[in-house]
């Protein structure tokens, strides 16, 4: 009697189609640390002051990162369990919900932000005026593309994944970071020498074009007909 171990079955039948949906995600998230190290490579060309606001920037816009974290899981759960029972208008009707809640959080955020960054020399008594001069208007920046951040989270890691639409994810943060927000960063910045500004405003920059870029891919109709196949 020989015992026959499913391991190779189970590999064949699923491993192949997991790997086709999964990889462009890992290679996103791969790409955006990259990007982000970038960044503050681009901050440190400029000076000790850049690099210290951009933490302070990084740190308080995470808290908000965060709390808007749950929305992307949620888009996977409702739009996919539509999907599962073939539920094709529920799914619409499903993503069109989250995406109004991203853009509202969006703007909740935005608001909060820009309260916050008034507070900066309370939150850091220590730290020199021209850092929290730069990091005060950096915050400013960050906080005007709150809802396209926040849309980016809910269509690139949940509303558009959730059909299988790996790749097109990919190609957005492709277009989006190494295409437009790094070379801009880099030709302003290190080039022209605009200063610390000028990179934050090419990272808000960046989440426009990609929130312009995944939200035509939610509205064209082929993603409308992956739902109906």
Not at 163 to 175: A, I, N, Q, Y
Request: glycine share 6%; hydrophobic share 50%.
């Amino acid at each position: 009697m020989q015992w026959h171990w499913p391991l190779g079955a189970i590999i064949r039948q699923t491993g192949g189609p997991l790997f086709k949906i999964t990889y462009p995600i890992a290679l996103s998230e791969m790409l955006w640390g990259t990007s982000a190290f970038v960044y503050v490579v681009i901050f440190t060309r400029i000076s000790t002051e850049a690099l210290a606001s951009s933490q302070i920037v990084t740190t308080i816009e995470n808290l908000f990162i965060v709390a808007a974290s749950g929305l992307a899981p949620a888009a996977v759960a409702t739009v996919g369990q539509a999907l599962g029972t073939d539920a094709t208008r529920n799914a619409q009707q499903q993503a069109k919900r989250v995406l109004r809640a991203a853009i509202v959080a969006g703007f909740i955020f935005t608001v909060i932000l820009f309260g916050v960054s008034f507070l900066l020399p309370p939150l850091y008594p220590r730290v020199d005026k021209s850092v929290l001069n730069l990091a005060f208007w950096g915050i400013l920046i960050v906080a005007a593309v709150q809802p396209a951040k926040v849309v980016n989270n809910v269509l690139g890691t949940g509303i558009l994944p959730s059909d299988g639409d790996t790749k097109f994810v990919f190609l957005s943060h492709v277009l989006s970071s190494y295409a437009i927000g790094l070379p801009v960063a880099a030709l302003t910045a290190v080039g022209l020498r605009f200063g610390a500004l000028s990179v934050f405003a090419s990272r808000a920059l960046e989440e426009l074009s990609k929130s312009t870029i995944l939200y035509r891919r939610y509205r064209m109709r082929s993603w409308q007909r992956k739902l109906e196949t």
